[in-house]
């Protein structure tokens, strides 16, 4: 995920001291940061922009086929994108906006995260040893986007790009839907939430969240 601030050094060191997120790495103006149990190279990018919002939202398809039939899909449903080769750690992908102007990624090979010899966990299945910042994510499981029509917007998601819709909440005292879910998997742990804009303007972020683990784990 892709979010613009005005001031990418405040935001890193914000992320970093208040959610032990990690920057990994620099580049052009952009900081990457991870989160300790991702896999992937890095969970979040801080790009320079005149407010905080989100940049990009990326979604790593089932196989490399999945990704051609989905970016046709995409294109089935009237939308334009653009194949890219420029994105750190992704061979290829495909670069849309979506009809309620939330700019997505869909990619399938990816770089898969090597952790320095400090950071190394005892558990073979774990990308990183676990942060000793009691707040740090584990990773990311959901994006709460705000988008101008609910079911209009997850029923895009289901349709075009395969995702599975949830729930929905609706006002009592209107017939507006105001909260929906849709996911990509069967455990529900990396899904969209999407609420209506308070300022009507499509394509906004309203919140990123992260799973911490439990005292268990």
Not at 62 to 88: H, K, Q, Y
Not at 105 to 126: G, M, Q, W
Not at 140 to 157: I, S
């Amino acid at each position: 995920m892709e979010i613009t601030t005005p001031d990418v050094t405040a935001s890193a060191r914000f992320y970093a001291e208040q959610f032990g997120m990690r920057a990994i790495h620099e580049h052009d103006g952009r900081v990457y940061l991870r989160c300790w149990g991702d896999y992937y190279t890095y969970s979040v990018v801080l790009v320079e922009g005149p407010e905080p919002a989100l940049r990009r939202m990326a979604w790593r398809t089932a196989s490399p086929e999945a990704l051609e039939e989905t970016a046709a899909r995409v294109e089935a449903a009237g939308i334009t994108g653009a194949w890219t080769t420029d994105t750190p750690g992704v061979s290829r992908a495909y670069e849309f906006t979506g009809p309620y102007g939330h700019p997505m990624r869909l990619f399938y090979e990816v770089e898969k995260f090597a952790a320095e010899p400090e950071f190394r966990s005892i558990y073979p299945d774990r990308p990183e040893k676990r942060s000793t910042h009691a707040g740090a994510p584990r990773f990311l499981d959901h994006v709460t986007v705000a988008a101008t029509d609910v079911p209009g917007f997850c029923a895009w998601c289901s349709e075009t790009l395969g995702f599975r819709t949830v729930a929905f909440t609706d006002l009592e005292e209107a017939p507006i839907t105001v909260f929906g879910v849709v996911t990509t998997n069967e455990k529900s742990m990396t899904w969209v939430s999407c609420s209506t804009p308070p300022t009507g303007r499509a394509g906004s972020i309203t919140s990123p969240s992260g799973s911490t683990p439990t005292r268990n784990c």
